[in-house]
């Protein structure tokens, strides 16, 4: 196993069992809720992001080898909680938007991680309903 996919698979279990358990407690944190492609549950997962309009535009760090990038592609129907208030959208994958740009235009600290963890950074706009 390569040094860069032991990074990755630290990195998920600390976000999957401290990060996230955490983050999702804090009503200001913006979360993504998918439909779990295998269980058919819904999964929270804190992701930094911009609304603009109607549109919320976030960067995934580690692009299709995200659990929740898998499951946008099973099912592109989401809901982002934004302020503490659920919107119901739908996912696009955007592998044509130059990732790294687009972070310029989103949240500082939460573009800075991304940047620094990420290996396969894909753009994410959900349009929401």
Sequence with gaps: ?????????????????????????????????TTGRKSGEPRLTPIGGSRTGDQFW??????????YI?????????RVRLRGRWHTGTAHLMPEDDARRRLRTL???????VLVLG????????DLH
């Design 58 to 67: 976030f960067v995934s760090e580690y692009g299709e080898k995200s659990q």
């Design 107 to 113: 949240p500082r600290v939460n573009s800075a991680g």
């Design 119 to 126: 290996d396969n950074l894909l753009t994410v706009r959900v």
């Design 1 to 33: 196993m390569s040094n860069l996919a032991t990074k990755q698979q630290l990195i998920a279990i600390m976000q999957r069992n401290v990060v996230n358990p955490v983050a999702q407690r804090f009503t200001r944190q913006t979360l993504l809720e």
């Design 70 to 78: 898998r499951n946008i592609m099973a099912d592109p129907t989401v």
